[in-house]
C-alpha cells in the first residue's frame, strides 16, 4: 500500500472498493445494501445545479481592489478609502449562451465583481459596455428570450434578434456596441468593464452624489474581427483558458478603477438622462477620475464551488454607496438575489465563495443547507441584547422622490433620444475600419437564411435612423440600395 489517502464515502467512511459494486456472486444482480454505490450514484445525479438563465457561460478569478486616492469627499465607503486594499471576486461570461457556448460569440461579457469589505459584500455586476439594450426590466425576459432560442425549433434566430431590436429603438446604442469588433473581445483580460448603472455614493457628512463606475483594462483593448472570433468558436472556452493559463503564469491582469461623478442636484436637468441605462455620461460634461486598481491573482481551485456557485447581486451595497432610479437597477435589485434562491438555494451567502468576511448578524434563520449557528434571539424587537441596527450609517436612503403612480416611459430631458448617443460614437469615436468591419458585422448577422426581407428593410430603416452613411452601408450590404 502507499501512502495514498484511502477513499471514504460523503460521511467520511473508509470506502469498500473503487471499482467493483456489491453483487450475488461475481456475475449475479447488485444489492440494494451496497449504500456506497447508492451514494455514488445519487450524489451524481444531483451534481449540476440549474445554469443561470443569462450569464451561463464564465469563469472568473480572485484579486485585489486598491484606492490610491482620496475620494472621501464623495463616499465614506471603506472600500474606497485611499491606501485601502480589499479582496474580491471577478466573473467574465457572456450572456445569451448556455453553459458549454463559446466563448468568443458576438455577445456582451458580463463582469461582475464581489468585493468582500470589512461592511459586508459589496457586488459591483456590470458589462464590457457602459450601456445595455433596454431601460425598463418589464422587458428584460421578453428581450433575453428573443436572443435566446425559439420555442418551435430550439433554434437561435436572427429574425427574432432583429425584431426585437428594430421593435426597441432604445437598443440602437448598445447593438451599435455589439456589431462593432468590441462585441468579440480577443479575451477578458483585453476588455474594459463597466459598472453600466448609476449609483449614489454619499460622504460621512451625508453629502450625495451620482456615480458611474469604469474598469480600464491595463492590458490594452484586443478584438477578434467577426471572421477571427467564428473560426475560434472550436475552441469554446478560448477565454476561460487564456486567463486561468495567464495568471497560473504569473502574468496578473490589472484594470484601472476610474468614476465619473455628478453632483445630486445636476441629475435633475442635465441634458440626458443620467439614470437611462442607454445612454452615457459624455466625458466632456463628467471626466473620469482614476481613484484605484484592482489585480486578479488566484486561479479557483474549484470550478464549480467558486465560480458556479458565485453569486452576484446589485443589491448588495455597503454604507456610502446606494440605489438611484435607474429601472433597470431598480429590477436587478430583485431578480439578481431571487435568482440566486432559486438557482442555489436560500442560503447560498453562506457558501465559501459568497460568505462575507464581516460578521454576520442578520435575523434570518434555518433553511435548507444552513450551517450558520445561529444564536437566540432570531427575532427583533427583542429585550435579550440581541442585534441592533443602525440607521445612522444609511444617509442615501433619505432623498425625496415624488409622483403619481403611472406606468410610463421616462420623462425625456434635453436631449434624449435614442439615436443621439449611437451617432457620436460613429461620428466622432470610430475609425475607418471600425465603420467597415460595424457594417460587415450588421450585414453578416442580418444575412442569416432566416431573416425575412422585410425585416432587412427594417434592419436598413433601423441604422439609418443612426446614420444616413451607416444605412447605406447595410443596405448596400444586403442588397437593398
Ligand atoms: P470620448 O471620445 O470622450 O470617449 C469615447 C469612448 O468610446 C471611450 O471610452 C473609448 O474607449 C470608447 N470607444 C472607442 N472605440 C470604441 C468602439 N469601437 N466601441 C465602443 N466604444 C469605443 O466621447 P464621449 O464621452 O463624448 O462619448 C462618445 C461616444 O463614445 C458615446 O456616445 C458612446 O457611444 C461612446 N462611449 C462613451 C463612454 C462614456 O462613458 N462617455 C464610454 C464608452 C463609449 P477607449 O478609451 O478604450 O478607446
Redesign the pocket.
Known amino acids: 500500500m502507499t501512502n495514498r489517502p484511502i477513499t471514504t464515502d460523503d460521511a467520511g467512511i473508509p470506502a469498500p472498493s473503487d471499482e467493483h459494486s456489491l453483487s450475488v456472486g461475481p456475475n449475479g444482480p447488485l444489492l440494494m445494501q451496497d449504500h456506497y454505490l447508492i451514494q455514488k450514484m445519487a450524489h451524481f445525479n444531483r451534481e449540476r445545479v440549474p445554469e443561470r438563465v443569462v450569464h451561463a457561460k464564465g469563469g472568473g478569478a480572485h484579486g485585489f481592489l486598491r484606492i490610491t486616492e482620496d475620494v472621501s469627499q464623495f463616499t465614506k465607503a471603506g472600500l474606497f478609502q485611499k491606501g485601502k486594499e480589499t479582496p474580491l471576486f471577478l466573473r467574465f461570461s457572456t450572456v445569451a449562451g448556455e453553459l458549454g457556448s463559446p466563448d468568443t460569440a458576438r455577445d456582451p461579457r458580463g463582469f461582475a465583481i464581489k468585493f468582500y469589505t470589512e461592511e459586508g459584500n459589496y457586488d459591483l455586476v456590470g458589462n464590457n ?3 445595455f439594450f433596454i431601460r425598463d426590466p418589464q422587458k428584460f425576459s421578453d428581450f433575453i428570450h428573443s436572443q435566446k432560442r425559439r420555442a418551435d425549433n430550439h433554434l437561435r434566430d436572427n429574425n427574432m434578434q432583429w425584431d426585437f431590436w428594430t421593435l426597441s429603438p432604445e437598443s440602437a ?1 448598445q447593438v ?2 455589439l456589431m ?3 462585441g468579440i473581445p480577443a479575451s477578458w483580460r483585453h476588455m ?1 468593464g ?1 459598472g453600466s448603472h448609476t449609483f449614489l455614493w454619499y460622504n460621512a457628512g451625508g453629502e450625495k452624489f451620482w456615480v ?1 463606475y ?1 474598469f ?1 483594462t491595463e492590458q490594452g ?1 484586443k478584438n477578434y474581427t467577426g471572421a477571427e472570433g467564428a473560426a475560434l468558436l472550436v475552441d469554446p472556452d478560448h477565454h476561460i483558458r487564456d486567463l486561468h493559463t495567464a495568471i497560473a503564469a504569473g502574468d496578473h491582469p490589472s484594470w484601472r478603477v476610474n468614476v ?1 461623478i455628478m453632483p445630486f442636484e445636476a441629475a435633475a436637468d442635465y441634458r440626458f438622462n443620467p439614470f437611462d441605462l442607454t445612454k ?5 460634461d463628467y471626466p ?1 477620475i482614476t481613484i484605484g486598481t484592482f489585480t486578479l491573482n488566484r486561479n479557483p481551485a474549484n470550478y464549480f464551488a467558486e465560480v458556479e456557485q458565485a453569486g452576484f447581486e446589485p443589491s448588495n451595497l455597503v454604507p456610502g454607496i446606494d440605489t438611484s432610479p435607474d429601472k433597470m437597477l431598480q429590477g436587478r435589485l430583485f431578480s439578481y438575489p431571487d435568482t440566486h434562491r432559486y438557482r442555489i438555494g436560500p442560503n447560498y451567502l453562506q457558501l465559501p465563495i459568497n460568505q462575507p468576511r464581516a460578521a454576520v448578524n442578520s435575523y434570518n434563520f434555518d433553511g435548507p443547507m444552513t450551517f450558520r449557528n445561529q444564536q437566540d434571539p432570531v427575532y427583533a424587537p427583542n429585550s435579550v441584547n440581541g442585534p441592533a441596527a443602525d440607521p445612522s450609517r444609511y444617509e442615501g436612503e433619505n432623498y425625496q422622490v415624488a409622483g403619481e403612480i403611472v406606468r410610463s416611459a421616462y420623462t425625456k430631458h434635453a436631449e434624449d433620444d435614442d439615436y ?6 460613429w461620428e ?3 475609425s475607418e475600419t ?1 465603420r467597415e468591419h ?1 457594417v460587415s458585422n450588421i450585414v453578416g448577422h442580418a444575412s442569416a437564411p432566416e431573416v425575412t426581407s422585410d425585416m432587412k428593410r427594417r434592419v436598413v430603416e433601423y441604422w439609418s435612423n443612426i446614420h444616413k452613411d451607416l444605412g447605406q452601408g447595410v443596405a448596400r450590404g444586403l442588397d437593398l440600395a
Open positions: 459596455t457602459p450601456i446604442h451599435t456596441f462593432t469588433d468590441r474594459h463597466f458611474k469604469h480600464r483593448i465619473q452615457v455620461w459624455p466625458h466632456s473620469e443621439v448617443q449611437p451617432r457620436a460614437l466622432n469615436v470610430l471600425d460595424l
